[in-house]
């Protein structure tokens, strides 16, 4: 009888399936070889770890909501150091979704991880596990005075001061919160701890995965705002824009022969009609044309000259020796010699 009641339990159990405890074990198993393995996280036997553990971690997720094992109604001292564990579901959920790996859905994978990170975050303020400052929707960033000149600067670089001193203690208290946890794991996990340091332990846990939700939602804002530009520019593409936009194509044709050139033309203005060694070849011959032409053209004025001075020198003689002549003419005969016209 007792067999048959201990054979019915374990039916029972095989068709409920895996109970809360189990799941989460699985989801965070399965994260921690995600992040430990030296794989690529775009392989198949990695993505196929990824998506079992969501799977896993989103029934964990409805048999809490079933369970109504949360209510904001409560306190943190009335919830049990047992279920403490449980309120991390939503982080780890948001830590899988950021490894899933997929170009066209980036978006909404990383979208959906801000709000599993979000949800833990309110759910952790709530019960006030640690302080901290919710981080606002990336669509309505925290509203700040806008200051022109120097005054405007000095306070962009006081937020971003502030901004990276966060990020600073935030880390040292990561650090601090690690080494407790590891003072405290062996002692949990092997169940030798008492119920207070069992509480403590699963707080710190809490406490580790706020810093690191922070930090998570920090990296996703600025992701989407890269994401949200890319797919902007790419529908902004010329690419995308209508034919009609384009100014047409005017055509034009190469001719291959001559009476192809004779039809439709060369299709550009002039060719060429001789090469380059062509075309100085018969710059050599011109200049030396010219140079003899110049020489020729010289001689011939230097000839012409030569004339010239000859004649004018014969000239000069002809005209002396008509002088002499002269002068003879009249020593000889007195003036008014042979003009008989005007005697009595």
């Known amino acids: 009888m007792a067999e048959a009641v201990a054979a019915s339990t374990e039916n029972e159990e095989e068709v409920a399936g895996p109970r809360l405890p189990q799941l989460l074990e699985t989801g965070r198993r399965l994260l921690g070889e995600v992040e430990d393995t030296n ?6 036997f990695i993505q196929e770890k990824v998506k079992q553990g969501l799977e896993s971690l989103e029934k ?13 109604n409560e306190e943190l001292e009335e919830i049990s150091s047992a279920d403490l564990k449980y309120l991390m579901v939503p ?30 975050l309110k759910q952790c303020q709530n019960y006030h596990i640690t ?29 971003m001061a502030s901004h990276r001193q966060a990020k600073i203690e935030r880390y040292k208290q990561k650090k601090e919160l690690e080494n407790k946890l590891a003072s405290l794991e062996y002692a949990v996990e092997n169940g030798q701890a008492d119920e207070e340091q069992v ?47 384009r100014p047409p194509t005017k055509p034009f044709i190469l001719t291959r022969d001559t009476a192809q050139a004779k039809v439709f033309g060369s299709g550009y ?31 011939q004025e230097v000839e012409q000259d030569e004339d010239q001075e000859t004649k004018s020198e014969e000239g ?27 005697m009595g």
């Open 316 to 342: 000069d003689e002809d005209a002396l020796h008509k002088k002499r002549t002269w002068d003879d003419w009249k020593d000889t005969h007195p003036r008014g010699y042979g003009n008989r016209q005007n």
């Open 39 to 44: 794989e690529s996280t775009n392989s198949r």
């Open 60 to 72: 964990a997720s409805r048999m809490m909501a079933q369970l109504d094992l949360f209510s904001p």
């Open 269 to 299: 203005p002039s060719l060429a009609t001789m090469t380059v060694n062509d075309w100085y070849e018969q710059r050599q011959k011109w200049d030396a044309l010219k140079n003899t032409t110049s020489t020729i053209n010289v001689n």
């Open 91 to 120: 982080a780890l959920q948001g830590a899988l979704t950021l490894k899933q790996v997929s170009v066209s859905h980036r978006l909404d994978q990383v979208q959906a991880a801000r709000a599993h990170f979000m949800d833990f």
């Open 199 to 245: 509480r403590e332990y699963y707080l710190l846990h809490l406490q580790k995965w706020v810093s690191i939700s922070l930090e998570e939602i920090d990296s996703i804002d600025q992701e989407i705002v890269i994401l949200k530009a890319r797919d902007a520019a790419k529908q902004a593409s010329p690419s995308r824009m209508p034919p009609q936009s």
């Open 131 to 159: 302080k901290f400052e919710l981080p606002p929707a990336p669509d309505n960033p925290p509203r700040k005075k806008s200051v022109d000149g120097p005054a405007g600067s000095q306070q962009s670089l006081i937020a």
